[in-house]
């Protein structure tokens, strides 16, 4: 069994403490021919400082991909590059795009930021949809769940367990229905029983983004997954994407590795993709982030785009979540978002800073807390770069 999915939203604090001088937006730099060469060199030095399988990190602007770099090996034994076209496991770095299809659904009046299980589910459309999906919704909602509300399974404020019970976790990852269906089960599993913590209290926590992920279905009738296809990756361009081991998708996908070092196809359970599952290539990754920095709408996301102010905020200081996302201040972005992931075998991190017009995105092949430091520092390297080759310093003016 694979343990749930990790994060590590605030592991580079003390690595992200560097002074880096950085100017406003509209002092960016015309030419940044240099960039990609300049990231390739980070990359390739950085695989191979920090003994990594494989590795692709990304810059990215409100325009799109910046720069985008590859090193290393597909799979252990092999010999097989890896590619920046390959597609890498987003694991926990999905809720961020959980957290934009709920704003889509909020913003077309099929769910309310204020919504609750017990509205959700004991309403009129949630049992004309489960009868034609032929989907049994939760018989028993525990008392305590009923006023719990998807905003507050979107900023893990609802009381879910960080790690799910052992039986609800065992039905999850034995279930070979459809994922809708096994998603069904695993959340009236969960909702049966009390919540681990108390209601508004912050505890990380993917079974509550399976939950949320539950209360999109039952308010339009479609399973998750379609639902995030066609109301945010479609809309976006993304066309490259799936969920669960990503050679299982494409054959030719560089393979996941333990901490340990050997190649391992396995992922979480298809009930908890709400919280992280998505795999795709960093450059279709990057449209995602390019759209959260604050670039161009999509026609169907235009309603979207105005959430986006709510679902970047981090009113509960001071843990500061947001929906999908940490909230940060860092001297190099002001005000940042960021949030990681891992199966155990893949590790992604995001760094934004919409204030300064660029993120940095790296993802790897490869679990274990090596290489969650060793993306860390691939990670603020680039960070630096963008510093220097995006927003140079002023020429000094001598005065008259």
């Given at each position: 069994?694979?343990?749930?999915?990790?994060?590590?939203?605030?592991?580079?604090?003390?690595?992200?403490?560097?002074?880096?001088?950085?100017?406003?937006?509209?002092?960016?730099?015309?030419?940044?021919?240099?960039?990609?060469?300049?990231?390739?060199?980070?990359?390739?030095?950085?695989?191979?400082?920090?003994?990594?399988?494989?590795?692709?990190?990304?810059?990215?602007?409100?325009?799109?991909?910046?720069?985008?770099?590859?090193?290393?090996?597909?799979?252990?034994?092999?010999?097989?590059?890896?590619?920046?076209?390959?597609?890498?496991?987003?694991?926990?770095?999905?809720?961020?795009?959980?957290?934009?299809?709920?704003?889509?659904?909020?913003?077309?009046?099929?769910?309310?930021?204020?919504?609750?299980?017990?509205?959700?589910?004991?309403?009129?459309?949630?049992?004309?949809?489960?009868?034609?999906?032929?989907?049994?919704?939760?018989?028993?909602?525990?008392?305590?769940?009923?006023?719990?509300?998807?905003?507050?399974?979107?900023?893990?404020?609802?009381?879910?367990?960080?790690?799910?019970?052992?039986?609800?976790?065992?039905?999850?990852?034995?279930c070979r229905a459809s994922p809708d269906v096994c998603r069904a089960q695993f959340v009236q599993s969960l909702l049966a029983q009390p919540p681990t913590?108390?209601?508004?209290?912050?505890?990380?926590?993917?079974?509550?983004?399976?939950?949320?992920?539950?209360?999109?279905?039952?308010?339009?009738?479609?399973?998750?997954?379609?639902?995030?296809?066609?109301?945010?990756?479609?809309?976006?361009?993304?066309?490259?994407?799936?969920?669960?081991?990503?050679?299982?998708?494409?054959?030719?996908?560089?393979?996941?590795?333990?901490?340990?070092?050997?190649?391992?196809?396995?992922?979480?359970?298809?009930?908890?993709?709400?919280?992280?599952?998505?795999?795709?290539?960093?450059?279709?990754?990057?449209?995602?982030?390019?759209?959260?920095?604050?670039?161009?709408?999509?026609?169907?996301?235009?309603?979207?785009?105005?959430?986006?102010?709510?679902?970047?905020?981090?009113?509960?200081?001071?843990?500061?979540?947001?929906?999908?996302?940490?909230?940060?201040?860092?001297?190099?972005?002001?005000?940042?978002?960021?949030?990681?992931?891992?199966?155990?075998?893949?590790?992604?991190?995001?760094?934004?800073?919409?204030?300064?017009?660029?993120?940095?995105?790296?993802?790897?092949?490869?679990?274990?807390?090596?290489?969650?430091?060793?993306?860390?520092?691939?990670?603020?390297?680039?960070?630096?770069?963008?510093?220097?080759?995006?927003?140079?310093?002023?020429?000094?003016?001598?005065?008259?």
């Amino acid at each position: 069994m694979i343990s749930p999915i990790t994060v590590r939203a605030s592991g580079v604090a003390a690595l992200f403490a560097i002074s880096i001088l950085l100017f406003g937006a509209d002092d960016r730099a015309a030419g940044t021919s240099d960039l990609p060469a300049k990231l390739a060199e980070i990359v390739t030095a950085g695989c191979k400082t920090h003994a990594m399988k494989g590795v692709v990190v990304a810059i990215v602007t409100p325009s799109g991909v910046a720069a985008i770099a590859a090193e290393g090996i597909r799979c252990e034994g092999s010999s097989e590059r890896i590619l920046t076209t390959d597609r890498m496991h987003l694991g926990s770095c999905t809720k961020a795009f959980t957290a934009l299809l709920a704003a889509t659904l909020v913003a077309d009046g099929a769910l309310r930021w204020d919504s609750t299980i017990r509205e959700v589910f004991e309403s009129p459309t949630a049992k004309s949809t489960a009868r034609a999906a032929q989907i049994e919704i939760p018989i028993t909602i525990d008392a305590a769940w009923k006023a719990v509300t998807i905003e507050e399974l979107l900023r893990h404020r609802s009381g879910a367990a960080k790690d799910a019970p052992t039986e609800a976790w065992a039905l999850a990852c034995a279930c070979r229905a459809s994922p809708d269906v096994c998603r069904a089960q695993f959340v009236q599993s969960l909702l049966a029983q009390p919540p681990t913590h108390a209601h508004g209290k912050l505890a990380y926590s993917n079974q509550g983004y399976a939950i949320a992920g539950r209360l999109c279905e039952v308010a339009t009738g479609t399973p998750y997954e379609t639902l995030l296809a066609t109301r945010v990756l479609t809309p976006l361009g993304i066309t490259q994407f799936g969920f669960g081991v990503p050679r299982k998708a494409v054959a030719q996908s560089p393979a996941g590795h333990a901490a340990t070092g050997e190649a391992r196809d396995v992922d979480n359970p298809q009930a908890i993709a709400p919280a992280g599952t998505l795999h795709m290539p960093l450059a279709e990754w990057a449209k995602f982030i390019a759209f959260e920095l604050g670039g161009p709408v999509p026609p169907a996301l235009q309603s979207a785009a105005g959430e986006l102010a709510r679902t970047h905020s981090a009113p509960n200081l001071p843990e500061r979540e947001a929906m999908g996302w940490f909230v940060l201040d860092r001297p190099w972005g002001g005000r940042v978002l960021t949030h990681s992931g891992s199966n155990t075998v893949w590790y992604c991190t995001a760094w934004l800073a919409p204030e300064r017009g660029f993120a940095v995105i790296a993802a790897t092949n490869q679990g274990g807390d090596a290489m969650a430091r060793a993306c860390d520092d691939l990670c603020a390297k680039s960070i630096q770069l963008c510093a220097s080759e995006l927003h140079p310093p002023k020429p000094k003016v001598t005065a008259p």
